[in-house]
């Protein structure tokens, strides 16, 4: 059973940084990807960041110069650095795998609030 449980976020001030993490089980067979998602409440989740299987990284172009996504294979953890927060930057943080055959798989997501 895939299992995600995500951490690290919090309340910091405009400027700050935070490393979110995420603790994977389960994805030796079938995940080749893990995403880092992020949602406003009222707005779709919107992807932010992805690491491949392979180590190839995308980071979607809004956060790019702020936000870094960054993996540990002995951990089973993947790591999303974010610096120089935003206020419009808080959100609720998720971590997602795609199974290849059983569709996607979501963990329970971590706050951050950033204050001005």
């Known amino acids: 059973q895939v299992r995600l449980v995500e951490s690290g976020g919090g309340l910091v001030q405009a400027g700050g940084s935070l490393r979110l993490s995420c603790a994977a089980s389960?994805?030796?067979?079938?995940?080749?990807?893990l995403a880092w998602y992020r949602q406003v409440p009222g707005k779709e989740r919107e992807l932010v960041a992805t690491?491949?299987?392979?180590?190839?990284?995308t980071i979607e172009n809004s956060v790019q110069c702020r936000y870094n996504i960054s993996g540990d294979r002995a951990r089973n953890t993947v790591y999303l650095q974010v610096n120089s927060l935003k206020t419009d930057d808080t959100a609720v943080y998720y971590c997602?795998?795609?199974?290849?055959?059983?569709?996607?798989?979501w963990g329970r997501g971590t706050q951050v609030t950033v204050s001005s």
């Open positions: 997602n795998a795609p199974h290849t055959k059983r569709g996607d798989f």
């Open positions: 389960g994805i030796s067979l079938g995940v080749n990807v």
């Open positions: 690491i491949h299987r392979g180590g190839s990284t």
